[in-house]
């Protein structure tokens, strides 16, 4: 039997050597810029780490789409996987009758670093300055990523193999769609439990929002014989934005639920991008308006949907141009739910007990105004799971950082979790001989 407390010192240690080794290694992943849709070079180097210094066994394939286009958790993309692979190194576990299965796991993709000329450095030259490092994913979420490769490699470099099967995922498209991390587990990649490290300050996740992607398009009508147009499209982008913070204001004002009772404003509506015309000269005749907003735990895609076209509609029938030029509005991207976690579950305790045993103070909650891969993972496949990751700023906003001294105590929580929850042996030393 393994000592827990010798073994956690162990691992402690493990982790203190390897650091300056982890540290080099988070930059070089912030190095590749691995935005949505481009994340096949960094998933390169991802797969020959695993298969050259830990010595799992890697899969990696590309999404199916035509495997998961049926699946309620499935978000419709307007773009295809081709440089966007999936990751998946696993430990068959030496004794599998003892111990529980595990996954971690993290996204390699991350979202724009523009405006880059606003960076106090480049997003993609990791920078270091009063214990921060900056650089575009490094909070989100490759200083995770960092800290669930290290913690095993900690407990295998301490002389030790999990018991039960462990596996390392690393999926692509979590920023627009979750259709990796849904891929990977309708593949059959599936566990007991996960863990993914989002970076929300050493605080274990219950509840995330749900997100639906949407895009309002505009066209005005070109009727004159001089074929000018009867109104410039961009000023009806005016009515559009107002009625959308109307509606936000509107769910939030209606909608309530109780975990999430600390948010002022949890079922929060942004609009992202905004795009009319092309040249200065030129009336323009189209413009598009997209957009995500939030769902509370419960409440279903398609009612949101309709909630949404019903308010456009009613927010813009006394307008004669919009009854002569109604929007169109197209849902894609994220179709996400929202969830919540059992946080008295045996998970929970274990992370809790590796937490406090590391940090020496008690865990705490939150709930997430976003969402995460965890959905698919409780919502579609019972797999229970944590949201749970290093202190970070100024995610998918100029210069985002990670704290390192949170990483590092991050990684030594991962290593005593995954000892505790797959279970450990002493690794066989075969000795050469007659």
């Given at each position: ?19 300056q ?23 390169l ?95 989100d ?15 295998i ?44 300050g ?60 600390d ?39 398609s ?26 509005i ?8 929202g ?19 590391v ?18 993972f ?15 700023g ?41």
């Amino acid at each position: 039997m393994v000592d827990s407390r010798s073994l956690h010192e162990q691992l402690n240690h493990k982790v203190e050597e390897l650091w300056q080794e982890e540290l080099e290694f988070l930059k070089t992943m912030i190095r590749f810029p691995s935005l949505s849709g481009k994340e096949h070079r960094l998933q390169l180097f991802l797969a020959d780490y695993l298969t050259t210094k830990l010595k799992l066994q890697v899969d990696r394939f590309t999404p199916a789409i035509q495997q998961i286009e049926k699946h309620p958790g499935y978000s419709p993309p307007k773009w295809t996987y081709e440089y966007s692979d999936i990751v998946i190194g696993t430990h068959k576990g030496i004794n599998p009758s003892e111990g529980k299965t595990l996954i971690f796991q993290g996204h390699a993709d991350v979202v724009s670093a523009e405006p880059a000329t606003e960076w106090d450095s480049s997003p993609w030259e990791p920078f270091e300055k009063d214990g921060r490092l900056y650089g575009r994913g490094s909070a989100d979420m490759k200083g995770g990523i960092a800290a669930m490769i290290f913690a095993y490699r900690a407990v295998i470099e301490c002389g030790y193999m999990p018991k039960n099967d462990f596996m390392i995922q690393v999926v692509p498209d979590e920023e627009r769609t979750g259709n990796g991390a849904l891929a990977a587990l309708e593949a059959g990649y599936t566990a007991d439990a996960a863990l993914i490290p989002e970076p929300f300050g050493l605080q274990a996740s219950v509840g995330q929002v749900g997100a639906l992607w949407f895009e309002i398009s505009l066209r005005t009508i070109k009727k004159d014989e001089y074929k000018q147009t009867q109104t410039n499209v961009i000023e009806k982008l005016h009515t559009i934005t107002s009625s959308l913070m109307a509606f936000e204001r509107y769910l939030n004002q209606t909608r309530s639920h109780l975990a999430f009772s600390d948010q002022d404003n949890p079922i929060d509506l942004n609009i992202g991008k905004v795009t009319a015309g092309d040249f200065a000269s030129n009336e323009p005749v189209h413009a598009t308006i997209e957009g995500r907003v939030a769902l509370l735990p419960g409440e279903q895609i398609s009612e949101r949907k309709q909630e949404l076209l019903d308010w456009i509609k009613q927010e813009t029938k006394n307008d004669i141009w919009f009854k002569e030029n109604p929007p169109t509005i197209d849902f894609y991207g994220f179709h996400a739910e929202g969830t919540l976690s059992d946080d008295t579950s045996p998970l929970f305790q274990e992370l809790d007990a590796a937490h406090e045993r590391v940090t020496k103070t008690k865990p705490t909650r939150r709930t997430l105004p976003s969402t995460t891969d965890a959905r698919h993972f409780q919502l579609y496949y019972d797999i229970d799971t944590i949201c749970y990751g290093p202190v970070g700023g100024q995610f998918h906003e100029v210069n985002e950082w990670v704290d390192l001294n949170s990483i590092k105590d991050v990684t030594k929580v991962y290593a005593t979790f995954l000892a505790n929850w797959c279970g450990v042996e002493k690794k066989i030393i075969k000795q050469d001989g007659p």
